[in-house]
């Protein structure tokens, strides 16, 4: 039980760190080609936007739990799982970025999550 715990706090913080990241870049210029990836402006832009940190530190607290759980539970049952992160990042992109979301959308989505079920019941 408590390896399916920490693989639900992974899914949480993974799609939480999507969302910092996501709100991190939606604050600074496009980026529309590798040049102005690389700009330096940009560089350091990205390295001291707080909200693309707190959304790293997340990425690292996630991948020490991760390996927590992997050492209990079948990757062929987690990797999947990790799935359900994209029905709880698109509910977090709607109420926190106000993102619109289609009903095709949600529909893949739901596809997805119902092969999670499928696996879980394996």
Not at 98 to 122: A, D
Request: hydrophobic share 55%.
């Amino acid at each position: 039980m408590f390896a399916i715990t920490l693989l639900a706090i992974c899914i949480f913080m993974g799609a939480s760190g999507q969302i910092c990241w996501k709100y991190g870049m939606s604050n600074m210029d496009r980026i529309n080609d590798v040049n102005s990836l690389l700009q330096p402006e940009t560089i350091q832009n990205i390295l001291t936007n707080k909200y693309i940190l707190l959304g790293l530190v997340l990425y690292a607290c996630t991948f020490f739990l991760w390996l927590s759980a992997m050492s209990t539970l079948d990757v062929s049952f987690m990797y999947p799982m990790l799935s359900l992160a994209y029905i709880l990042t698109a509910l977090l992109a709607f109420y926190f970025l106000g993102e619109q979301i289609s009903t095709l959308r949600w529909s893949g989505i739901i596809l997805v999550v119902l092969g999670c079920i499928l696996i879980m019941k394996s």
